[in-house]
């Protein structure tokens, strides 16, 4: 029993006449008629009353009619929705994002996205940059954004946007008024950073700012969010390094100054080869570009 002879049927059977189903098939009688005796011989039942003058459903053909619009109507349906995944009309995507991104690039994108692509269920992550990096290989997400990223076989990887990376410090420590802060200033001061296997291009990143000191600063606590790292700052417990965009988080006790010679930290688009064009049109809508 083939799809083609199911779907002759229900036309017959809506038209109760052979030529007229013809016509709306696009096809000429003969194969149709040959079509339709055959599902009636697989069936092992006659499915229409045929006569010169008329053609009518069986009360076989009225219950076979019945049990398998509804099928044929699913299959249909589900071809289409196929169709409309693999064109990225439809469908889930799963983004991760470092917590900086949510104060930047994230937020527009989704609106964009959620208006140019309303039937693409965006799932949303915040994950440092190591634990995206791992979910995408493992194939948990399919697109990421993570910071200082560094080179990593089986991704590919593109710049999105760069920022300043300024220093935080407590409002009472003696370097708050200072219009710029060079690495110098920071000998020996106790620094609140990221952990290395959670964001390991970052913290490299931070840490060579300090290669030729003598005393570089000195990792006393650990924090994963941002706004923990800036609580941790406005309690006194320590320095830290965070890109300018923390700025927009207000925290009170917090102040952040620019740093000497303004060194830069990268913010990167990763994803596997062969994505789905809802990917594509995410990527459009971080870069500030309508999907067409």
């Known amino acids: ?37 055959k599902l009636e011989r697989e069936l092992g039942v006659q499915l229409f009353d ?74 949303l992550n915040p994950l440092t940059s190591g634990e995206q990096i791992e979910q995408l290989l493992d194939g948990n997400l399919d697109l990421g954004l993570i ?12 710049l999105l946007s760069t920022e300043d990376l300024v220093v935080v410090l407590p409002d009472t420590h003696h370097l708050a008024a200072a219009k710029e802060i060079r690495p110098q200033d ?3 001061e106790p620094m609140i950073l990221f952990p290395y296997r959670l964001m390991p291009g970052y913290v490299t990143r931070v840490l060579r700012l300090f ?29 830290s390094v965070l890109p300018e965009s923390v700025q927009r988080f207000q925290m009170p006790g917090v102040t952040t100054r620019r740093f000497a010679g303004r060194p830069q930290t990268e913010l990167h688009m990763a994803h596997v080869f062969g994505h789905s064009p809802a990917v594509d049109d995410f990527i459009l809508c971080l870069k500030g570009e309508i999907p067409t």
Do not use: W
């Open 147 to 158: 910071r200082d990223p560094g080179d990593i076989p089986g991704l590919n990887l593109e």
């Open 211 to 239: 290669d030729a000191l003598r005393t570089p600063p000195i990792v006393v606590q650990q924090a994963i969010h941002q706004e923990t790292v800036l609580g941790l700052v406005a309690a006194g417990l320590g320095i």
């Open 186 to 188: 920071l000998e020996g």
């Open 50 to 123: 045929r006569t010169t003058r008329r053609v009518t459903l069986t009360a076989a053909g009225q219950a076979f009619k019945e049990r398998i619009q509804a099928a044929v109507s699913d299959i249909d349906d589900a071809a289409g929705d196929v169709a409309d995944v693999a064109a990225g009309k439809s469908g889930k995507i799963r983004v991760g994002f470092v917590s900086s991104a949510s104060y930047t690039t994230v937020p527009e994108a989704i609106r964009a996205f959620r208006q140019q692509c309303p039937r693409i269920d965006l799932v």
């Open 1 to 37: 029993m083939e799809l083609r002879q199911l779907r002759y049927f229900l036309v017959v059977a809506d038209e109760l006449h052979f030529g007229r189903a013809a016509e709306r098939l696009h096809i000429t009688q003969p194969p149709l008629t040959v079509a339709v005796r």
